[in-house]
């Protein structure tokens, strides 16, 4: 009986089969559509990796779109040098946070010290398990070239989708770049 079963599964799969790859592959092209170009409009900066208390951010001039934390500034992270048109590598940021974070140590101490400082941002074990696995990397040779894994990155402003209604503020949106 259990060759009948084994049988039909192989014709389902020799039927369906084709369909799920063709889908698969569609499902692909429609993900590099939609995400290999990135986001429109200019860089300013990057708000990430808060170890405390999540950042409060307003739009303080709309005009041109000046966004300032006005709560908990001292326990996030603010990228503001420009972004190369490929993208920012562990090189680059490693190099950002000796300038701004730990000047005169060299650059394998400041990237120790960078990888802990994002470590503490990360809210749970899957976050940590994603950095472990992604940070080993930078390790192995040419690892410093390779797109920086920038941890909780506040992506979005909305001040009215509060449930209240009546209050404005910010609210972010907690996830993942590189």
């Not at 209050?167 to 996830?175: C, D, E, P």
């Amino acid at each position: 009986m259990s060759g009948s079963w084994k049988a039909r599964r192989d014709c389902i799969e020799q039927i369906l089969g084709p369909t799920r790859d063709a889908l698969e592959d569609l499902q692909e092209l429609e993900y590099e559509r939609r995400f290999t170009k990135g986001p429109s409009g200019s860089f300013k900066n990057l708000i990430f990796a808060a170890d405390g208390f999540k950042p409060e951010i307003v739009l303080r001039d709309a005009v041109n779109n000046e966004v300032e934390i006005v709560r908990h500034a001292d326990t996030c992270l603010v990228f503001t040098d420009p972004l190369p048109p490929h993208g920012l590598t562990w090189r680059q940021m490693v190099a950002w946070w000796q300038k701004n974070h730990q000047s005169g140590a060299d650059e394998k101490t400041a990237a120790e010290g960078l990888y802990r400082r994002l470590y503490r941002s990360l809210d749970s074990t899957p976050e940590q398990l994603l950095m472990i696995t992604y940070c080993a990397r930078y390790a192995e040779e040419g690892g410093f070239d390779l797109p920086a894994l920038i941890p909780q990155v506040y992506l979005h402003y909305d001040p009215y989708t509060r449930k209240s209604g009546k209050q404005s503020g910010a609210l972010y949106h907690s996830g993942w770049t590189s």
